[in-house]
């Protein structure tokens, strides 16, 4: 089902926002997190991430326009990047050397 149509043909459709979504996530956790937990604390990443999601969650059901709802889709990547790295790197903090249960517990759930 497309969501935009132009004159010309092109379509822009559910799949295109959702890809952006994933791209953006792949982007955060593969390597835009580790750039930033270089230079900033996990929990200043963690709340800018969480204030971007509310952010773009909020705007994204607000309005329906396709190509803003393309960066919305983003932002919400982004967070989830964010909470995912930031997660497991934590969890691996409390782990104790030697032990590796914590992170295959939260990968379980």
């Given at each position: 089902?497309?969501?935009?149509?132009?004159?010309?043909?092109?379509?822009?459709?559910?799949?295109?926002?959702?890809?952006?979504?994933?791209?953006?996530?792949?982007?955060?956790?593969?390597?835009?997190?580790g750039f930033l937990l270089q230079r900033f604390p996990p929990r200043l990443i963690m709340?800018?991430?969480?204030?971007?999601?509310?952010?773009?969650?909020?705007?994204?059901?607000?309005?329906?326009s396709p190509w803003l709802n393309l960066l919305l889709?983003?932002?919400?990547?982004?967070?989830?990047?964010?909470?995912?790295?930031?997660?497991?790197?934590?969890?691996?903090?409390?782990?104790?050397?030697?032990?590796?249960?914590?992170?295959?517990?939260?990968?379980?759930?």
């Amino acid at each position: 089902m497309a969501l935009f149509q132009r004159k010309g043909g092109f379509i822009l459709s559910e799949r295109w926002l959702f890809q952006n979504g994933t791209a953006a996530f792949f982007a955060q956790t593969m390597h835009l997190n580790g750039f930033l937990l270089q230079r900033f604390p996990p929990r200043l990443i963690m709340v800018i991430g969480l204030v971007i999601g509310a952010f773009s969650m909020a705007l994204f059901v607000r309005w329906p326009s396709p190509w803003l709802n393309l960066l919305l889709n983003l932002g919400i990547g982004l967070c989830q990047g964010a909470i995912e790295v930031v997660t497991d790197l934590e969890v691996i903090h409390m782990e104790q050397k030697g032990q590796s249960r914590l992170i295959g517990l939260r990968l379980r759930s």
